[in-house]
């Protein structure tokens, strides 16, 4: 069985462009991304995706494998289908495609393996997302941060940037809401349906890729990852607050 992973990366992200190039304790952010990604030591391979010059040029003079898409793309799952079809590989159906968001510069190799273990234990399930408890009010509340609902089966129901579930309006830790963290896995025959399966309402009214399977026949699953000091970069400034975090960051000079 393949495990191709793919880092996608645009400049003209609505919330935040040009955000890949943006330095991160010197080095831009999708540099971070893709060095940690590559710490993983299961990949059969690992590539950059993009559909700019800017990006590409850069991954060329750092020797990081990159795949030319298209522009028109408007969710990073697209993206990761085109790239794989250009690679030119033998990929079979059951082998599985991961997505590691490229605005993760703090992500962990051991969260490629949480998100993988649904997946090679359980050949039913056909996609996952990797998921953290919620313990901070600010991140419930937060539009920027995705939200997952799922039954006690861990089967995902509904993926939101409203603050859910909705626990009677008060936050409370122990309801176990949990967040979308930016690393996704399909097995490759699954991951051609959702992409040529065309956007669905939910998904535009929020914004989010995921609300496409609710439509679909299978659904996703979540792949449980202790909550961490972690920074997903959706705006200005949340490059200060990664770069305070990865001082401290046992990977930092790793790579």
């Known amino acids: 069985m393949k495990i191709i992973g793919v880092v996608p990366a645009r400049m003209a992200a609505s919330r935040f462009p040009g955000k890949p190039l943006k330095l991160i304790k010197g080095r831009p952010m999708i540099e971070h991304v893709f060095r940690r990604a590559e710490l993983y030591q299961g990949w059969s391979n690992l590539v950059l995706a993009t559909c700019d010059n800017e990006i590409q040029e850069y991954a060329s003079r750092q020797s990081i494998p990159c795949v030319m ?3 028109h793309h408007e969710r990073a799952l697209d993206r990761v289908a ?11 159906d059951e082998d599985i495609v991961v997505c ?3 605005d993760e510069p703090m992500m962990r190799p051991n969260m490629i393996d949480a998100v993988l273990e649904p997946l090679l234990v359980n050949t039913s399930i056909k996609a996952t997302i990797l998921a953290m ?3 901070d009010e600010t991140i419930w509340l937060n539009p920027d941060t995705v939200k ?3 039954n006690e089966s861990g089967e995902i129901l509904y993926t939101s940037r409203a603050p859910v579930p909705y626990c009677k309006g008060q936050f409370d830790a122990k309801h176990m809401a949990r967040r979308i ?3 996704f896995a399909f097995r490759w025959g699954n991951l051609n349906k959702f992409t040529a399966h065309k956007q669905t309402r939910l998904e535009r009214l929020e ?3 995921s609300n496409r399977v609710l439509d679909m026949d299978f659904r996703q699953y979540i792949a449980p990852y ?7 970069v959706d705006s200005l400034n949340d490059l200060s607050m990664v770069e305070a975090s990865m001082e401290k960051d046992l990977l930092w000079g790793a790579y």
């Open 69 to 71: 898409t298209g522009s």
């Open 82 to 92: 085109e790239a794989v079809q250009k690679m030119n590989l033998q990929v079979d």
């Open 100 to 102: 590691v968001q490229g």
């Open 133 to 135: 408890h919620i313990t």
């Open 148 to 150: 997952i609902v799922s």
């Open 181 to 183: 963290y930016g690393i």
């Open 207 to 209: 914004a989010c890729d």
């Open 226 to 232: 202790p909550e961490i000091k972690s920074f997903s």
